[in-house]
């Protein structure tokens, strides 16, 4: 799976990361599992076709010591769909932007 991971965490970073993303993500009934989802903007044609299959998404996974943020958009209603894919580029840069911002809010240096 190609990702973000982000490591090294410190337990107090792990607390904020996680205080912040209950608040501001949906979450999946996975432990540490979390969907942010990508902005309109941002969707490929097919995608913004396949309004049926939003809202398209990032897993973001969080562990103690890592932040991992998949490149693949999901869906959360199929299984497989052909809005399905890795990131474009634009996604891609719009989802590490989205996790560093939230590093920098929370004030955490890694």
């Not at 991971?5 to 990361?17: A, F, N, S, T």
């Not at 990131?87 to 920098?104: K, N, P, S, V, Y």
């Amino acid at each position: 799976m190609k990702q973000y991971v982000i490591d090294g965490l410190r337990l107090e970073d792990y607390q904020k990361l996680k205080a912040y993303l209950d608040e501001h993500l949906k979450s999946s009934p996975l432990g540490g599992i979390y969907w942010l989802e990508l902005d309109n903007e941002i969707l490929t044609p097919i995608q913004q076709k396949h309004v049926g299959c939003a809202p398209h998404f990032f897993s973001l996974s969080l562990e103690e010591a890592f932040l991992s943020c998949e490149f693949l958009v999901r869906i959360k209603k199929n299984i497989k769909c052909d809005c399905m894919d890795y990131a474009t580029r634009g996604q891609r840069d719009w989802l590490i932007d989205q996790a560093d911002a939230i590093l920098e809010k929370l004030n955490i240096r890694i």
